[in-house]
C-alpha cells in the first residue's frame, strides 16, 4: 500500500486553526500531546477540510492509482461514512458501515470502484460518528492505493539560506526527523545552500552543507539543481529556509512525483500568510503584466469556499501559471532554463514560464509566511519591476508592444508617487533604466552588491523605525469621504499633486500594513504614516509636489527612450536569455 495522503492535525508552532483540519459535532476533544480527536456519543467527526479532504479528480488525472482505500485508526464503536462531492451535481455516498475501530489495526474501506470510474472528479471526505455510550478515538488515518512504482524518485531538497541561522537549523532538523520514519525516506537528500557561509549545519548520510557566493535566491537555487543533478537526482523540490510547513507536504508531494504519468509535473505549494493563518494568500499564480494569485482570500474555514476552489484548481491553469520557490518540486530532466540571474524577486516566475512544466497543486501542500506587504521595500520594488519587464521582453507568452510594456513600469512609479513614495519612484526608475542596459547588466551586476549600495543611499524616509519617536495624531476630513468620491478625488487630482496647498490642508492619517500596498488608502491624504504588523514600528511619508513632477519629467524621457529602442532591446533579451540561463553559466558564475 502507498499513502497518497495521511490525515494531518493542528500542529503547534505551524497552524493551530482546527477549522483548517476537522470539524466535529457533539461533545468532543481534542488532545494535542496525542495527536488524537475524542469523540462522545453521538458525536461527529467531519474531515471535509482543506487538510484532508482528496481531491480525487487531480490524483486520477495526474498519477497511475492501483485502486483506492481510506484507512482509519482508533476505537470504538463507529459509523463510518465516505462522500464523494462532484461540481454542480448530487453526492455521493461511496461507503457506509458500522465498524469497531481497534487502535493495533486499522480499519480499512475499500473505495476502488470510485477510482475506476470514468469520469472521476471530485472530493472525497470521511465522517465519522461515535455510536458507543464510552464515545470514539480516531487517532488517524490515510488515503492509499495498490499502485506499483517501476521507479522511484530521487529527490533533492534544496534550501537556499542567508544569515537565518536558526530558522535553517530548525527545518533541516524537522526534515531530518521526518526522513527518518517516511516510507522513501532513503531516497531523498537535503541540500543546504549557504550563501551567507553562516548555518554551521554538519554533513551527514542525508544532509549537505554547500557554501555558495551570495548571488541571492537565483544564485542559490541554481547551485542547487546543479548539485543535485551531480548527485544523480531525478528530483529537486527547491524551498525557503524559513518557511513553516507540517511535513506531509514532502510525503503527498514525493507520491504525487512518482505516481505521475506525465515528467512535465510540477508541485507547487500553497501559500497562506502568518497574520491569518485561515486564509489563503495564494494556490498557484499567473503573470501577465503582474502577479495574480489564485484564490488569494479564500477563507479555508468554510468548506464552501474550500469546495469550490479545489474543483477549479483541477481544471486547467492559465498559459503563464508559475510556482513560487517557497515550494516548488519538478523533475531534473525536463529543465531546458536554470535560473535567470534576477538576484531575488521573478526568478521562480521565469522559470516556471520558460520550462514546459505541467504545474499542479495539491490541497494541504502549503508553506505559512510571513505577510509580503510587510517584506515590501524599495530594494525589492526595484527588483520586482526589472523581472517583470524582463518577462515580457523574453517570454512569447508575455508578447506586447512597446508601450504595452512601458506600462508596467509606469504603474509601478506611479503607484509610489500617488502614495508618496518618491524614493521607491526613483529607485524603480533606476530599475527600468537598468533593465535597458541589456542582459549583460544581469551578468555584471549578478551578486546586486553595487545596485544594493546605491539603492540604500537612495531611501532615507521610507525606511522601518522606532514607532515611539512618530506622530501618530490624525486629522481626517476628505478620507472619511464615500469611497466613490473619495476615489474621484484620488485619481482626478492625482492625489492633491494637481491641487494648490494639498500639502498643508489635506489629512495626515496613520495606515495599517494591510493597506500599505494598496493606493486607495493614501486618496485625500497629504502625510501617511505606516505601522507595521505588531505596530511598533513606522515610518511617515507627506506629499511632495517638486519630486511629483521631477520624477515625472525623468519617466517621461525614460519613456522615450524605451520607446525608441524597444525592439532592439527585446532581441537583446532574447538572444542572450538560453546562454545566461544554462547550466555551463551556473557552473562559471558559481566556480562549481
Known sequence: MITLQNFTFPETMICTEHDLYYRVSGESGYSQGNEEILLGRGARLTLDTYFNLLNIGKWHQNCYLGGLYAEITGSGLVEIRIFQVFPERSWEILYCEVVTLDP??????????????????????????????????????????????????ELAVSITTFKREHEVRNTVSRLEAFLTDFQFGAHIRVQVVDNGDSADIPDNDQVQLIPNPNYGGAGGFARGLVEAERAGCSHCLFMD????????????????LALSKDRRTAVAGAMINNTHKWAMWENGAFFDGSCHPMFCGTDLRNRDAVFPMENQSAQQNPPTFYGGWWFFAFAIDQVRHHPFPFFVRGDDISFSLM??????????????????????????????????????????????????????AIRFIMRSLLRFHYESAAVQLLSWQDVMRGPQ????????????????????????????????????????????????????????????????????????????????????????????TARDK???VTQSKRQFFLIGWQMTKTLWRFMRDFEALKQQYREGYGGMTSRSYWETALKV
Not at 529556509?241 to 504525487?256: L, Q, S
Not at 501542500?365 to 520594488?381: I, M, P, R
Open 538 to 540: 513606522g515610518y511617515t
Open 104 to 153: 493495533a489495526s486499522p480499519h480499512r474501506a475499500d473505495l476502488s470502484h470510485c477510482a475506476t470510474a470514468s469520469p472521476v472528479q471530485g472530493l472525497i471526505y470521511v465522517e465519522i460518528k461515535a455510536l458507543d455510550e464510552a464515545g470514539a478515538t480516531v487517532s488517524g488515518g490515510r488515503f492509499a492505493t495498490q499502485a506499483q512504482l517501476s521507479e522511484l524518485p
Open 355 to 408: 520550462n514546459d512544466f505541467h504545474i499542479c497543486t495539491l490541497n494541504g501542500v502549503v508553506s505559512f509566511q510571513d505577510d509580503f506587504t510587510e517584506k515590501e521595500s524599495a530594494q525589492t520594488l526595484y527588483l520586482d519591476l526589472r523581472s517583470h519587464l524582463v518577462h515580457h521582453l523574453v517570454s512569447d507568452k508575455l508578447s506586447r508592444s512597446a508601450f504595452g510594456t512601458a506600462k508596467i
Open 241 to 256: 529556509d524559513d518557511a513553516a510547513f507540517h511535513m506531509e507536504n514532502i510525503a503527498r508531494t514525493y507520491v504525487f
Open 441 to 532: 547588466f544581469f551578468d555584471e551586476n549578478i551578486d546586486m552588491a553595487e545596485r544594493r549600495a546605491t539603492i540604500k543611499q537612495m531611501v532615507k524616509t521610507e525606511s522601518w523605525q522606532d514607532a515611539a519617536i512618530l506622530d501618530l495624531t490624525e486629522r481626517r476630513r476628505k478620507t472619511l469621504k464615500s469611497r466613490d468620491k473619495r476615489h474621484r478625488l484620488g485619481v482626478r487630482s492625482l492625489n492633491g499633486h494637481l491641487v494648490p496647498f494639498s500639502a498643508r490642508r489635506w489629512d495626515r492619517i496613520v495606515v495599517g500594513i494591510g493597506e500599505r500596498g494598496s493606493v486607495f488608502p493614501a486618496f485625500g491624504a497629504s502625510q501617511l504614516t505606516y505601522l507595521n
